[in-house]
């Protein structure tokens, strides 16, 4: 499980970090059909602003507050738990992408949070809200990606691989191991996620048309497997790096009115270690559709 973790780029790294003065004006628990998820929101001003946090990360852990302290005041935004996670409640599993996007909406709307929104979303999470795009566009105005994860990265990650061979080294069939079942057992991921099932969904799924869409991405060389694999065999890195090579076009197809951005900073927490750089394009985005 580790070793697919580190794979793919989209650990959130626990943390609980809370600004004194950032408090929430709407919070609390909210039914969304036999359990409850958690949800935050400050300010009141429209557009509604949602975020949607990484594998593993929840809203409630404090990653968003720098964005949250310096937008609130224009736009009211709101950050939630998923289910299992935080102070949310553990739903039925395994669940996909679009459970999430369904959920989502549900939590959205027995809060009375008013439409429309502008989708923003770290790592995994861009799978989700493309989901919610794709179910309910009529109430997305705009979305930003933060440092996410490629959309079909796994997919092509767990399936990259030569037949077994006596060759193999150990480490070899250990990561070839953890790699395909994490994908394809739901079982074998903290989160108890679907990823076979979301691919399926987000492949199918509608594109953001002429929204506008921003991807801001951390500053790293495509060596997303670290020391410990330096032993794959060749050919498995080599399309797994000209596979990440290629995701930026996959990103500006997304949208008719897309733009990719790269931020200074080589951590994936690019919203907490860089909030500049996401405060001011979700300002941006802000502005351009509150024209």
Not at 41 to 64: A, H, I, K, M, R
Not at 150 to 158: I, T, W
């Amino acid at each position: 499980m580790k070793q697919f973790i580190s794979l793919l780029l989209f650990i959130v790294i626990p943390v609980s970090v809370h600004a004194k003065d950032l408090k929430p004006n709407i919070s609390g628990k909210f039914d969304v059909g036999g359990f409850s998820l958690y949800l935050e929101c400050y300010g009141t001003q429209q557009p509604t602003v949602v975020l949607e946090s990484g594998f593993g990360g929840y809203g409630s852990n404090g990653l968003w507050n720098k964005v949250i302290t310096e937008v609130s005041p224009d736009s009211q935004v709101c950050v939630y738990d998923r289910a299992g996670l935080g102070r949310s409640d553990a739903g039925p599993v395994p669940f996909s992408s679009k459970d999430v996007a369904e959920r989502l909406h549900g939590l959205l709307a027995t809060a009375e949070i008013n439409e429309p929104f502008i989708l923003v979303s770290h790592s995994y999470g861009s799978y989700h809200l493309k989901m919610f795009n794709a179910l309910y566009g009529e109430s997305v105005l705009a979305a930003l990606f933060v440092d996410p994860t490629p959309f079909g990265l796994m997919k092509f990650s767990a399936e990259n691989w030569p037949a077994p061979s006596s060759s193999d080294t150990q480490e070899v069939i250990e990561f070839r191991s953890n790699d395909r079942k994490a994908y394809f057992d739901p079982s074998d991921n903290p989160e108890t996620m679907d990823f076979e099932k979301s691919y399926e969904e987000v492949a199918s799924a509608n594109d953001f048309g002429a929204k506008p869409l921003i991807v801001i991405k951390a500053t790293r060389e495509i060596e997303p497997w670290g020391d410990w694999a330096r032993n794959l065999p060749p050919e498995v890195e080599e399309r797994n790096r000209a596979f990440l090579m290629e995701s930026d076009e996959l990103f500006l197809a997304l949208s008719e009115n897309s733009e990719i951005i790269t931020a200074e900073t080589t951590e994936h927490n690019v919203h907490w270690h860089e909030p500049k750089i996401v405060i001011e394009n979700l300002r941006a985005l802000i502005n351009k559709v509150s024209r």
